[in-house]
């Protein structure tokens, strides 16, 4: 069953457009990868899916709907609902998404009080096993520690812990790791996975951990420049990428930059607002460059659950196929 679904989803700051007519919809137990560099608008279109974009930040689409209900045109409160308790959002610094001031418990508690009563011990009790279920040691000790007493990733592990709180059909994970010690890493998405099979959760992950994504994902996307340029199941998307941009990405892999002395995708950055090139966003960083892709913007093109979006996309032996 389908969770999420947005078509052509924008967000527009003035007349820049940090992300440009996406469409992607997330299934029931699904895991869903985000991929590109820093600045290809992932978090920016996960911000909008819960509301989050402040002004003067615009979001538009053709469709947002979560389970059918569409997200852009209810009214506030019903949204915020929703964004509270079906659909929950971690984000990369744990420190940062915990309140300073408060203890463990109690910002657990009130997680689980705004969507679901229950008496102080029922709540006390929630607590635990959520605590529990994320892996923490002697939980009753730590629902009353303060943030700055847990470890980096004892705290995304609480921060996991309020977001399950309320039973989310669908995790947005921005990042989840990136803060984090890379022993500590596995062990937080092993976590993440965990909870997401038991519960049959949909999964957002974001991230430019491609190797990550590899391993975990179903489906992935890969966003540059704030539009989606190729999208498919992960297996085939790494196995065989058809945009020269995740080709690129996929070369800067360790493992198949051996010998190499640089491990950047391409040379460049990501455009911004103000050199936002003509034609195919990619043009000025693509090997595979023509006239035609510096005139003409590329359509997407292939079937809906295999798309690219570039005019020659590259061929089972890795170049362009016109
Ligand atoms: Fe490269 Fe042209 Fe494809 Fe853009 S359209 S990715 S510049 S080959
Ligand atoms: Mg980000």
Redesign the pocket.
Known sequence: MSLLKLENLSVTFGNFRAVDQISYSVNEGEVLGIVGESGSGKSVSSLSLMGLIDYPGKVSADELTFMDQDLLSMPEAQRRKITGSDIAMIFQDPMTSLNPCFTVGYQIIEALKTHQGGTKKELKKRAIELLTLVGIPAPETRLSAYPHQLSGGMSQRVMIAIAIACNPKLLIADEPTTALDVTIQAQIIDLLIDLQEQKQMGLVLITHDLALVAEVAHRVIVMYAGQI?ESGPASEVFSAPQ???TQALLASLPESAAGKARLEALPGVVPGQYDRPK?????PR?????D???NVE?ASQGPLERQV?????LNAQGR?AA
């Open positions: 340029v945009h020269p941009y034609g195919c966003l990619l043009s693509c090997p595979y460059a023509t035609h892709c510096r590329p979006k570039c005019h020659t996309p362009p």
